[in-house]
């Protein structure tokens, strides 16, 4: 390896489960579009920490996380830099406030997805949706690493 050493930036994302459907945000910050909520690790924080913070701080919620569902890390994943995302499904009642780096929160189904998904958004959610529907682990993931 040549050049400076460099590691993946680590994030998380969260699926949450509510009123029938799940939430998403509009990004406030490039790159803007409809996003999974989701963010940075914090130095001393465990993924799971990270994924009730980050839930609270962009939609106002609080959430039970359910299930460890994947860890994304294809590096053109975030055209800012490579991240490897930590995703989980999670479980909430309420609305969602839009907040933090969020201009908007919605509930949303697999038949009403707004556009434009951010990130790797589009294919996440298909593996959920997918999941959802009754494809096994191997089935919806064996894509990955076969």
Request: charged share 25%.
């Amino acid at each position: 390896m040549s050049g400076p050493y460099r590691n993946p930036f680590p994030t998380v994302d969260i699926i949450i489960e509510v009123g029938g459907g799940i939430v998403l945000i509009e990004r406030k910050n490039p790159p803007h579009g409809w996003a999974i909520p989701g963010g940075f690790l914090d130095w001393g924080e465990s993924v799971e920490a990270c994924a009730v913070r980050e839930a609270r701080e962009e939609t106002g919620l609080v959430v039970t996380l359910q299930e460890l569902f994947y860890v994304y890390s294809d590096p053109a994943r975030d055209p800012r830099h490579h991240t490897v995302t930590t995703v989980f499904i999670a479980s909430a009642s309420g609305t969602p406030v839009a907040a933090d780096d969020a201009a908007k929160a919605g509930i949303f189904t697999e038949n009403n997805l707004p556009e434009p998904l951010a990130f790797d958004h589009a294919r996440i959610l298909d593996d959920y949706f997918g999941y959802r529907s009754g494809r096994s682990r191997g089935d919806v993931f064996g894509q990955y690493y076969r």
